[in-house]
């Protein structure tokens, strides 16, 4: 009997982060049309839906979601894009690119940081603790950008942004690469501020 028809279910998330990622992309009123449906295609399907059942849900064909979902399993956020040779994805205009620039130096909206009322508190517990190359592909489609993880690294290469291994001590549990620091953050958890302290204004790279 031919499997030709069978549509394999998304695997589970790798872990919260990549969860968090794709869950707010599919809810996301800025992101490129293609994105947020190919991400609903997954959520849909971790929350237990079969293949025609998400398909007459979205208004797209079985065939769609089973190829979406071969893709995200192998791939994971970029199994959402599209393949080289299926389009040429649009040029990143200077604009975007700035705002990518400028994403890469705010405060991962994870990570932990001493309020002035002497707490230490995350802007999002559910957001990644450190920029990654996943992180900010997410971020930036997020904002409207049609954005490739491999066109992330070119850009924040060509800003001379220095990259290294992510270790275990690290809040993100992306094995790939986080972005470096130049400078040491001040929002690094080691000891509570004094009172009178003041928190910086500008997160530079």
Do not use: Y
């Amino acid at each position: 009997m031919s499997c030709r028809n069978c549509c394999t279910p998304a695997r589970p998330p790798r872990d919260g982060e990549e969860e968090h990622q794709i869950r707010k992309l599919s809810g996301a009123r800025h992101a490129p049309g293609d994105w947020i449906q190919r991400a609903q295609i997954v959520v849909l399907s971790w929350e237990g839906m079969r293949g025609p059942v998400i398909a007459a849900r979205l208004g797209c064909h079985p065939e769609t979601v089973r190829r979406r979902l071969r893709r995200f399993n192998a791939e994971s956020l970029d199994g959402l894009g599209d393949r080289r040779g299926s389009g040429r994805r649009p040029r990143i205009t200077q604009a975007e690119r700035s705002q990518i620039i400028a994403l890469v130096k705010t405060m991962p909206p994870g990570r932990l940081c001493w309020r002035p009322w002497g707490e230490l508190e995350t802007d999002d517990e559910a957001g990644p603790a450190v920029w990654t190359l996943d992180a900010l592909t997410a971020a930036a489609r997020e904002q409207g950008i049609d954005v490739a993880r491999s066109q992330i690294r070119r850009i924040l290469r060509a800003e001379g942004v220095r990259w290294r291994r992510t270790r275990s001590w690290t809040m993100s549990t992306d094995p790939d690469f986080a972005a470096k620091e130049r400078r040491s953050s001040a929002c690094t958890p080691t000891r509570r501020p004094a009172r009178s302290s003041s928190a910086p204004t500008s997160w530079g790279w």
